[in-house]
């Protein structure tokens, strides 16, 4: 996989905005469509005014298909376009958060999101909690979940 992370580019915002929905739509079938709205703006707005640290995972052709946002060690974001799921792009966006993060990540999973729940267990994250509410007060269970980098490298 050719693949090259870089920081956030401006001219990308609508392009990451178009991946987080498509993978929403995708892997978040428990959301009804005026979530998906509301939750669209909001990942814009962050997205936009750069609340949180953001990579893009950038194809051959130097297009975004992946990226993730970062608040420190903690993924607030980490959305990969579907025609990439299962091509290791969610992996690679996860070891370069080690390298440039250090030893310990965290992340918040919904746990009606199966799949991303998978990924990351796949990835060596252990639960440590969980919350009935997500962070907007919706009734949309959180998994709070956690690694060190010792765990994700014994399971490369």
């Known amino acids: 996989m050719d693949m090259l ?15 987080w929905e498509s993978a929403v739509r995708a892997t978040h079938t428990f959301l009804e469509e005026h979530h998906i709205q509301f939750y669209k703006k909001v990942v814009s707005d962050v997205l936009q005014h750069r609340q949180v640290e953001v990579w893009e995972a950038l194809n051959t052709e130097q297009q975004p298909v992946g990226f993730i946002g970062l ?19 969610g992996r690679l966006l996860i070891d370069y958060t080690f390298k440039i993060k250090g030893r310990h990540l965290k992340v918040d999973v919904n746990e ?20 009935e509410l997500d962070g907007s007060g919706n009734p949309f269970p959180l998994l709070h ?11 490369s």
Not at 71 to 89: A, C, K, R, T
């Open 5 to 19: 992370v870089v920081a956030y580019r401006e001219q990308d915002h609508d392009k990451l905005v178009e991946i």
């Open 71 to 89: 608040d420190d060690n903690f993924i607030e974001m980490l959305f990969v376009d579907p025609s990439q799921h299962g091509q290791g792009l």
């Open 112 to 131: 009606q999101n199966t799949g991303a729940a998978r990924f990351y267990e796949k990835m060596g994250f252990v639960q440590t909690g969980r919350s």
């Open 145 to 155: 979940l956690e690694i060190q980098q010792e765990q994700a490298e014994r399971l």
